[in-house]
């Protein structure tokens, strides 16, 4: 990669980190002030012990700035103050409610910026995810996606809300603390701060250092979660066998071995945490005996020393998780990456004269050709056509190009140009708006989808408003009510994820009924009842007869009884329409049709017993 | 499992009592960290000790005449301190990975011998958090909860103590917070909970929504509702953002009265106790860090408090699953002679010949409240081949599960070679069944690994000759590094076809003289379909077999034709005289028929 090429990468990555950050960059700036003055108050309460030891109550003289004496003299004087501490004690408190209130700040508006920034971040992907191409998503893997979407995000977040506002927080306390210190003893100071980077450096080698074993321990964890997994899901096997001895001790072994492993890091991790202690430890002794010594010199008042000893103390902590919110930034760097590949890919787009025409008019493939991406062609040379309001039947085996024909029907793969044409009551397909020209196609997929919703919502998924009594007539239409009204909760009974509480048939029932409830003036059947048994095929075959003629239907199936009626039949295969004509016609025909019908009534019955 | 019956508990202690057995083993490891903690609590509690010197005396006095001294014995603190905190830090880790452990092992283990209405009736994810996160959730209480309740417990007695001592009015002033604070902490610690739990429903619905957006795109696609599944999208994130942000009010809230409370007993201090200073300023400065000290801890108790509650449904949920009872049981005297599921005594097993009879057998599902089978009665002697056919859904599996011992029948008995199966042990049965599953369910690892899990002392030989019997050796032998290729979790790396070939091959290594068989009605290409069809032909043979069919042939040449209808069996016989009886048999035999024939003939065009 180039510099350029690199310089480029780094403004794409910044530009989508900017727009991620719309709408939560003004909280951001709210809570790292807010934190800035938290800290800020946190340093001016050991001031005021200090002057409370040294001024008021030991008599000294004071060395405040001259602003300070102002207000001091205002209340008093020192000698005033000494006898009357409840007024040194107030304002403590004062202080105090002022830090407290500036760490609720800080603490709601990063939460608040944070949680807006993941929000955003979710919203966009989910918008844009929905928005790309289907090819798109035939490329990619649904878990790699989910990944990307979700602890990717996180980190992003993490990153920003915790990492980036802790690191900016502690360097603010560190700038403070540093003058406050200096202001009180320059050498002390020096002393202080010399230990520092060894702590910080030792923390940042051992996180960088152990990341690995880190990584493991996560890692085996998840091979023993899996084991867990595959042996519930394997259970039957597992008995079939009778391998549960083996199970048994393969799950001890990797459980031992994933224990072991924490065993280890446990050690090395509970030598950095007491060696860091002694680290500390020795640092304050240092500030401890340096700072009684200066004392004695005359360097510095009792008071002072107590509140050198807070100061550094106040440090300790940020100063130790310096270094490992170092060695965890750079995750971030690779997950906005990930994220970047998603927001990257393009979406869906019309042209911009797109236009929205009366979707009633004739469907015709004119030499349509059409082939996946590395893939030999999937359709060849096809052309028909069929009339407002007819139905169409095709039959054809795997692989004959039925469903690419749909696709390329409802825009979900692009023809290309020079590739044939499609066209809708006259309308190449390619001007039209690819939303309005699926809203007036409803397709019954072959594998149906569901939502995790209730019955009746998955039914009226696709037209809002839609009433009881028309999601009820459609389910009836599709022969779901009986199933539906013999659950215990009815319609409003929630389908499991992928509707695994239904059975296959039932599912595509209930996606035949939501398809019938959109009342499309295009609609398409591809092999939909293939689940559903003999009668009750017989049944909703009967019930969409009585739509034919309302609409254009088009009808996918092996099945010649589904397809007998149609006013228009085309025999696919591999990708050519090889014979097209009516039932009566096609049946006679001698062609795959006539042997499929005789397969399929009984003139061959006899033949088989 | 309903929320409100899991949330109520019904065990005393948290639930510590049933947690004891796993205990015991590591009381010494508990003493240790206990012992540690108290320790770590102690220099905690001395350190403001010897500032409280370094004040009082070097800078009081103005002399450093045991300057030398006072830097040994600090040394020494911190190297104690290292020596203290290693050891706590290491104890607990060990505890909390151990204890882990076991409790894993004893779930696993526990899981290995219950019955399969149990994994019936709970979903995989269910008994999977049992075994992963419970047991985490376990281990963490009592490691790192307990250490941390002894040691700030340790130091909140030592501080108020150590103040008692030296100023008992100014100790009790400070004191005087306290209980104010503990009222105020349970109550925000309880809303913590409840509004935590919340997040992480909300947190998982996002999850699901992604997951159903990126499947279920297509659809989403052709509906055109691509507004409205963002739209319930962001109503979701939404909610998610508000909770959040109400958490951090409350979270914000608790942390600002924490370190308000801190300031005011500072405050307190200067005020009432300023005047220490004029002779002890050393003194002064200790009250004031134990004042302020004390409170964090008191944090931290409270925080323990609830760990011990929350966990406590945990502790419940994982002794409920190690408590149940399998419901196909091998008697003791069983036990005595063939041994159980994980020491078996195989040199008492008898060989298995191969027949099954049904007697008068009638069966309920535990969970089902109809009989399925009534009075039922049928001998398959060796060799027979038995297909149940009917739609999906019409409960081929129920005899399969018998035979099997999956289950147990309600009334009557199942006899293998004549005697009851419960007579001998599930072990020695299973051992000589072979079962082959509709969904071919491989474990990760090599081909190998999978093929040997039917019979692990397996040469290359027979493991070659299983393969090549199911064609399945055309898979190994396309597949990059043959045997030793890795399957992927769940052998996703295979296609459907071919794992089901390995499956077939898995359990003709295994030789089993019944055969339990669930053909699949996945899609394969016709090529594969003539492979899977051929291996079945193949693996029934001269065996006894019981299958529940998709495939006509399988079906034409079966000696026993069930057909199932609804749960009950209604036709039984062979193929021509079902087909003369014009029943249901004759229905689902036609369409059947005119399925396979089309697409046979469609693909021989293609």
């Given at each position: 990669m180039t510099k350029q090429e690199k310089r480029q990468k780094n403004r794409e990555t910044r530009a989508l980190m900017m727009r991620f950050l719309k709408g939560s960059k003004g909280l951001f700036c709210v809570s790292m002030l807010s934190a800035a003055l938290a800290a800020l108050a946190d340093m001016l309460s050991p001031q005021i012990i200090r002057a409370a030891i040294d001024n008021a109550i030991g008599g000294k003289e004071a060395e405040f700035p001259a602003w300070v004496m102002r207000y001091v003299d205002q209340l008093g004087g020192f000698a005033y103050l000494g006898e009357h501490l409840w007024i040194m004690a107030l304002a403590v408190v004062i202080v105090a409610a002022v830090k407290v209130s500036c760490q609720y700040i800080f603490r709601v508006s990063n939460t608040a910026a944070s949680e807006t920034l993941v929000k955003t971040m979710r919203d966009t992907a989910f918008s844009h995810i929905e928005h790309l191409p289907f090819s798109w998503h035939m490329k990619n893997r649904t878990g790699d996606i989910i990944q990307r979407c979700t602890s990717d995000i996180d980190t992003m977040k993490n990153f920003v809300s915790e990492q980036l506002t802790n690191v900016f927080r502690i360097l603010v306390m560190l700038v403070l603390s540093l003058i406050f210190m200096f202001s009180m003893d320059m050498p002390l100071t020096l002393i202080a701060f010399i230990p520092m980077p060894v702590i910080i450096g030792y923390s940042l080698h051992f996180h960088t250092k152990f990341r690995q074993g880190f990584l493991d321990c996560d890692e085996n964890e998840g091979k023993l979660s899996t084991m867990a997994q595959e042996n519930l899901t394997g259970v039957r096997v597992v008995r079939a066998f009778g391998r549960e001895r083996f199970e048994k001790d393969k799950f001890e072994a990797q459980n031992e071995y994933y224990t072991g492993l924490w065993e280890k890091l446990g050690r090395i991790m509970s030598r950095f945490w007491s060696t860091s202690d002694m680290l500390s430890g020795t640092q304050i002794l240092l500030v401890v005996v340096f700072g009684a010594v200066f004392c004695i010199r005359g360097r510095m008042q009792a008071g002072e020393y107590v509140a050198f000893i807070s100061y550094n103390s106040m440090l300790m902590w940020p100063i130790r998780m310096l270094g490992r919110m170092i060695a965890e930034m750079s995750k971030a760097g690779v997950s906005i990456e990930r994220i970047k590949y998603i927001m990257d890919s393009p979406e869906e787009q019309d042209p911009p004269d797109a236009i929205t025409p009366e979707i009633r008019g004739d469907i015709v493939f004119d030499h349509v050709s059409f082939a996946y991406e590395n893939c030999p062609p999937m359709l060849r040379d096809v052309s028909f056509s069929m009339k407002a309001g007819q139905t169409l039947g095709i039959l054809g085996g795997t692989g004959s190009g039925k469903s690419t024909m749909m696709y390329l029907l409802d825009k979900l793969y692009p023809l290309e140009e020079g590739k044939g044409t499609i066209t809708v009551g006259g309308v190449d397909i390619r001007k039209i708006r690819t939303d309005w020209l699926r809203r007036h196609i409803g397709i019954v997929l072959q594998e149906p989808f569901l939502f995790s919703r209730t019955i009746s919502e998955n039914i009226a998924i696709a037209c809002d408003g839609t009433d009881m009594t028309s999601i009820k007539a459609a389910a009836a239409a599709a022969c779901l009510d009986e199933t539906v009204e013999s659950f215990a909760k009815g319609y409003d009974t929630f389908v499991g994820e992928r509707g695994v509480t239904l059975s296959g048939g039932q599912k595509q029932r209930a996606a035949i009924a939501r398809t019938l409830t959109s009342n499309t003036p295009i609609m398409i059947f591809d092999d939909s009842l293939s689940a559903v048994d003999t009668e009750t095929d017989a049944k909703i075959r009967a019930r969409l007869e009585e739509r034919f003629g309302t609409a254009s239907i088009i009808l996918i199936s092996h099945r010649i009884t589904t397809l007998a009626k149609a006013d228009k039949i085309l025999v696919l295969e591999d990708g050519r329409v090889v014979e097209q004509g009516t039932h009566d016609e096609l049946k006679r025909a001698g062609g795959i049709y006539q042997s499929i019908y005789e397969i399929q009534s009984g003139t061959a019955k006899e033949a088989r017993v | 499992m309903n929320k409100a019956s899991e949330n109520k508990?019904?065990?005393?202690?948290?639930?510590?009592?049933?947690?004891?057995?796993?205990?015991?083993?590591?009381?010494?490891?508990?003493?240790?960290?206990?012992?540690?903690?108290?320790?770590?609590?102690?220099?905690?509690?001395?350190?403001?000790?010897?500032?409280?010197?370094?004040?009082?005396?070097?800078?009081?006095?103005?002399?450093?005449?045991?300057?030398?001294?006072?830097?040994?014995?600090?040394?020494?603190?911190?190297?104690?301190?290292?020596?203290?905190?290693?050891?706590?830090?290491?104890?607990?880790?060990?505890?909390?990975?151990?204890?882990?452990?076991?409790?894993?092992?004893?779930?696993?283990?526990?899981?290995?011998?219950?019955?399969?209405?149990?994994?019936?009736?709970?979903?995989?994810?269910?008994?999977?958090?049992?075994?992963?996160?419970?047991?985490?959730?376990?281990?963490?209480?009592?490691?790192?909860?307990?250490?941390?309740?002894?040691?700030?417990?340790?130091?909140?007695?030592?501080?108020?103590?150590?103040?008692?001592?030296?100023?008992?009015?100014?100790?009790?002033?400070?004191?005087?917070?306290?209980?104010?604070?503990?009222?105020?902490?349970?109550?925000?610690?309880?809303?913590?909970?409840?509004?935590?739990?919340?997040?992480?429903?909300?947190?998982?619905?996002?999850?699901?929504?992604?997951?159903?957006?990126?499947?279920?795109?297509?659809?989403?696609?052709?509906?055109?509702?691509?507004?409205?599944?963002?739209?319930?999208?962001?109503?979701?994130?939404?909610?998610?953002?508000?909770?959040?942000?109400?958490?951090?009010?409350?979270?914000?809230?608790?942390?600002?009265?924490?370190?308000?409370?801190?300031?005011?007993?500072?405050?307190?201090?200067?005020?009432?106790?300023?005047?220490?200073?004029?002779?002890?300023?050393?003194?002064?400065?200790?009250?004031?860090?134990?004042?302020?000290?004390?409170?964090?801890p008191i944090r931290w108790l409270v925080d323990a408090v609830f760990d011990f509650v929350t966990t406590q449904v945990n502790i419940e949920r994982l002794t409920k699953l190690l408590e149940t009872k399998p419901d196909v049981n091998d008697s003791a005297e069983v036990v005595a002679i063939y041994g159980d599921s994980f020491e078996p005594k195989k040199e008492n097993w008898e060989s298995l010949k191969g027949d099954v009879e049904f007697r008068d057998v009638s069966f309920k599902y535990p969970d089902g409240d109809e009989y399925i089978l009534e009075h039922f009665d049928l001998k398959i002697p060796f060799g027979t081949n038995v297909a149940i056919v009917g739609e999906t859904g019409a409960g081929k599996s129920t005899l399969a599960n018998l035979v099997c011992r999956f289950y147990e029948p309600t009334a009557g008995s199942v006899l293998i070679d004549g005697r009851d199966a419960r007579e001998r042990s599930q072990l020695w049965l299973h051992s000589a069944i072979g079962y082959v599953l509709q969904t071919p369910h491989l474990f990760s690892g090599t081909v190998r690994e999978n093929l040997l899990y039917a019979k692990p002392d397996a040469t290359d030989e027979e493991i070659e000759r299983a393969l090549k019997l199911v064609s399945a050796d055309e898979v190994v032998a396309r597949l990059e590094k043959g045997l030793e290729t890795d399957v992927g979790e769940g052998g996703d790396m295979l296609s459907t076809g071919e794992k089901q070939l390995i499956s077939f091959a898995r359990a003709i290594l295994a030789d089993p003289r019944i055969l339990v068989l669930d053909e699949a009605t996945a899609s394969v290409d016709t090529i594969t379909e003539q492979k899977i069809q051929r291996a079945i032909d193949t693996i029934i043979r001269g065996r006894t077999s019981i299958v529940i069919a998709h495939r006509l042939s399988t079906v034409r040449d079966a000696d026993i034709i069930l057909v199932v209808k609804d749960g009950r069996i209604i036709e039984q016989g062979r193929h021509d005289e079902l087909l003369a009886a014009h029943g249901h048999y004759y229905r689902l035999y036609t369409r059947q028929y005119e399925d396979e024939a089309t697409s046979a003939f469609l693909s021989k065009k293609a």
């Open positions: - | 508990s019904s065990l005393k202690f948290f639930g510590i009592g049933k947690m004891l057995p796993f205990l015991k083993k590591y009381r010494g490891m508990m003493a240790m960290m206990v012992l540690f903690g108290i320790c770590g609590s102690a220099i905690d509690i001395g350190t403001p000790l010897l500032q409280r010197y370094a004040l009082n005396h070097f800078v009081g006095l103005g002399t450093l005449d045991t300057i030398v001294p006072f830097i040994l014995i600090y040394v020494g603190v911190i190297l104690f301190t290292g020596v203290t905190n290693y050891f706590s830090a290491l104890y607990s880790l060990w505890m909390e990975v151990r204890l882990d452990r076991d409790l894993r092992n004893a779930a696993f283990e526990h899981l290995q011998t219950l019955s399969f209405s149990y994994f019936n009736q709970n979903s995989v994810g269910y008994i999977h958090a049992r075994i992963m996160s419970d047991t985490s959730r376990i281990g963490m209480l009592f490691s790192w909860t307990i250490i941390d309740s002894v040691w700030q417990g340790a130091y909140v007695i030592g501080a108020i103590v150590a103040m008692l001592i030296v100023n008992a009015k100014l100790a009790l002033l400070v004191l005087a917070i306290l209980p104010l604070l503990v009222v105020l902490f349970s109550i925000f610690q309880k809303k913590l909970v409840h509004i935590n739990r919340e997040i992480r429903e909300i947190n998982s619905k996002i999850t699901g929504n992604f997951n159903e957006g990126i499947t279920g795109a297509k659809t989403v696609k052709t509906l055109v509702i691509e507004d409205r599944i963002e739209h319930d999208f962001k109503s979701e994130t939404d909610n998610m953002l508000r909770r959040s942000v109400r958490a951090a009010r409350l979270r914000g809230v608790f942390a600002a009265t924490m370190n308000f409370a801190s300031s005011l007993a500072l405050a307190i201090v200067l005020w009432r106790g300023g005047f220490i200073a004029r002779s002890e300023v050393g003194t002064f400065s200790m009250f004031m860090s134990y004042a302020q000290g004390m409170m964090e």
